[in-house]
């Protein structure tokens, strides 16, 4: 019986010094430091000098914190595309960069604040900004060290800061030669906005989340209009932000939406033989001539739900100590079939409204004019939308079209400046209370007789900060423009 042959002497592989385990994480710093000692990234420039440019500006990442795996991701695919222009004869330099200003840092310096129960704004600006300033440049050190872990070439010892004087310098003079050729202007223009952290956010830091919000139904009294029979009615609107209303300047329609004049009639029980004007004190909140009947105008095919709310109103008003324990309401065309009482949306162009808060003068004196709206749809609410320019990216777009300007009314920490002529300097726009159906706006507008139906269940998806988790607000804001087509 032969012996098994072992094959192993026939097998001819080059022998190497490579050991058999590849030992990286003791080798990698050495290999690292290497590169650092014979000053690689610098012969490679000198190698390449003359050559044709390869430049890879790099988006510089926030100096807020620890690498993470999308910084890997940056550095690693910039790098591999800096080496391959590299070893395509160009000369690719690599400026790493950091991003040291805005949110992201000042927040972090304020987490440490809040832990020593300080508060941001008690404490100097200057002193504020060298805190930041100071916390960048340790992050900047950190994620150097790190990325270059990674084996990332670049130029390391001079990176791009946005927080270099002579960067911020070259900005300043770059903008002013925007200014000097007359293309910078003054203008405004809504953002989102966070009245907790008191800053712009950029959609990147906005979340979408579902809330229970309260729904309001105002009366804007119709004091002008082509239409005889709209003057001393009303036209309703309705929102999920109360607080936009001490800002309304005006009321927007959809041009082919359909509209009509409804009748509104409240009864009492039959056979009721009691006093009708203890009934009438009782609703002095709602608008109507003899708090028995009005006249509302509303898109025709959101009359159903509109009633469902404002029966359901009515219905909160306790009569049992009358005898009984509500009211009838029920709404009917004048004429009994509609039709010399239905408008389209285009017939109330030049109608104008008044603010339900009109007594308090100046701003809410001023006439609320109907503007056509194409973005008005009759999906919800009630076909007619007020407009708020300084907090709606429609209503500003549309009362700027017809001369309407923001009032700037909502500073940065979400209150009514304190020289607003309603509800100056009271509470955050942003907080549930300020805008609950007991709470300030609404009872202001019941006493006014401008609400109609106020009510918190209305569910839908709100924006918040990603970072506070609070809710964002739509809020026009002074800024610097340059125009992109001059």
């Known amino acids: 019986m032969t012996e098994a042959k072992d094959y192993k002497d026939t097998v001819f592989l080059p022998k190497t010094d490579f050991p058999m385990k590849a030992g990286l994480p003791q080798k990698e710093p050495g290999i690292?430091?290497?590169?650092?000692?014979?000053?690689?990234?610098?012969?490679?420039?000198?190698?390449?000098?003359?050559?044709?440019?390869?430049?890879?500006?790099?988006?510089?990442?926030?100096?807020?914190?620890?690498?993470?795996?999308?910084?890997?991701?940056?550095?690693?695919?910039?790098?591999?595309?800096?080496?391959?222009?590299?070893?395509?004869?160009?000369?690719?330099?690599?400026?790493?960069?950091?991003?040291?200003?805005?949110?992201?840092?000042?927040?972090?310096?304020?987490?440490?604040y809040r832990k020593k129960k300080l508060n941001k704004d008690e404490v100097p600006v200057k002193e504020f900004r060298a805190e930041c300033r100071a916390y960048a440049q340790h992050w900047v050190n950190v994620q150097r060290e790190q990325v270059k872990r990674l084996g990332v070439l670049g130029n390391w010892d001079k990176p791009y800061l946005t927080m270099d004087f002579d960067s911020e310098a070259t900005i300043v003079s770059e903008l002013l030669k925007f200014a000097e050729s007359g293309q910078l202007y003054r203008g405004a223009k809504p953002v989102m906005w966070s009245p907790v952290e008191k800053t712009a956010l950029a959609e990147a830091e906005v979340e979408y989340e579902d809330i229970t919000s309260t729904q309001i139904d105002v009366a804007f009294e119709i004091t002008e209009s082509p239409i005889p029979e709209l003057v001393g009615a009303y036209a309703v609107i309705w929102t999920t932000t109360p607080w936009t209303i001490p800002v309304n300047q005006a009321i927007a329609y959809g041009p082919d939406v359909e509209y009509v004049l409804l009748s509104i009639t409240a009864d009492t029980p039959p056979g009721w033989r009691g006093s009708r004007t203890a009934v009438n004190e009782r609703l002095h909140h709602f608008p109507f001539d003899d708090l028995y009947i009005g006249k509302v105008l509303i898109a025709k095919q959101l009359v159903e739900p509109f009633m469902d709310r404002l029966i359901r109103e009515v219905q909160k008003v306790d009569f049992s100590d009358l005898g009984f324990e509500t009211i009838g309401v029920q709404e009917y065309f004048e004429d009994g079939s509609g039709d010399s009482f239905t408008y389209k949306g285009s017939d109330l162009a030049g109608t104008i409204a008044r603010h339900p808060m009109h007594h308090l003068g100046g701003f809410f004196a001023k006439p609320r004019p109907f503007l056509p709206g194409d973005f008005v749809t009759t999906d919800s609410g009630t076909g007619l939308v007020h407009m708020a320019p300084d907090h709606g990216e429609d209503d500003f777009d549309l009362c700027k079209a017809h001369g309407i300007e923001p009032q700037f009314a909502v500073e940065g920490d979400g209150k009514y400046r304190a020289d607003w002529g309603w509800l100056g300097g009271q509470g955050s726009v942003i907080n549930p209370k300020f805008n609950a159906p007991d709470g300030p706006i609404c009872s202001d507008l019941r006493e006014a007789g401008g609400l109609l139906a106020a009510s918190a269940d209305y569910k839908h998806s709100y924006p918040h900060s990603w970072r506070s988790k609070a809710k964002v607000i739509y809020r026009c804001t002074p800024q610097w423009f340059v125009p992109m087509d001059n």
């Open 32 to 112: 690292l430091a290497r590169w650092e000692e014979q000053g690689l990234y610098h012969k490679l420039r000198e190698a390449r000098a003359g050559r044709e440019k390869f430049i890879l500006h790099d988006g510089p990442p926030y100096a807020n914190g620890d690498m993470h795996i999308g910084h890997a991701l940056n550095h690693i695919l910039k790098d591999m595309v800096c080496r391959t222009q590299s070893l395509l004869g160009k000369d690719a330099p690599y400026v790493p960069g950091w991003d040291c200003h805005g949110l992201p840092i000042e927040w972090k310096v304020e987490e440490q």
